[in-house]
Nanobody
């Protein structure tokens, strides 16, 4: 079963950028739909962006134009480039891998947008 490890989170000022990475174990990474979700304090977990095995991207309206998801199948890694960050983007970000019926979550990584 695939295991996911996120990195790249931290504190950034409003208007700044961060790139999250999610490294996956396993030899069939390229078959998974990979996604990034986030959960802010007191709120439900929500989809941020996803990318299918053939590279089709899907974004939540609140990040469209600011965030970009990408994947490198040779490195078993999915990325989330986050630009023009806002305080409202503060949350724990989770990497997700889906290949029905399997679904795997990373442990989450904190992103704080604050001056």
């Amino acid at each position: 079963q695939v295991q996911l490890v996120e990195s790249g989170g931290g504190l950034v000022q409003p208007g700044g950028s961060l790139r999250l990475s999610c490294a996956a174990s396993g030899s069939i990474f390229k078959l998974y739909t990979m996604g990034w979700y986030r959960q802010a304090p007191g709120k439900q977990r929500e989809l941020v962006a996803a990318i299918t095995m053939i590279g089709r991207e899907n974004y939540a309206d609140f990040v469209r134009g600011r965030f970009t998801i990408s994947r490198d199948n040779a490195k078993n890694t999915v990325y989330l480039q986050m630009n023009s960050l806002e305080p409202e983007d503060t949350a724990v970000y989770y990497c997700n891998a889906r290949l029905a019926p399997l679904e795997v979550w990373g442990q989450g990584i904190l992103v704080t947008v604050s001056s």
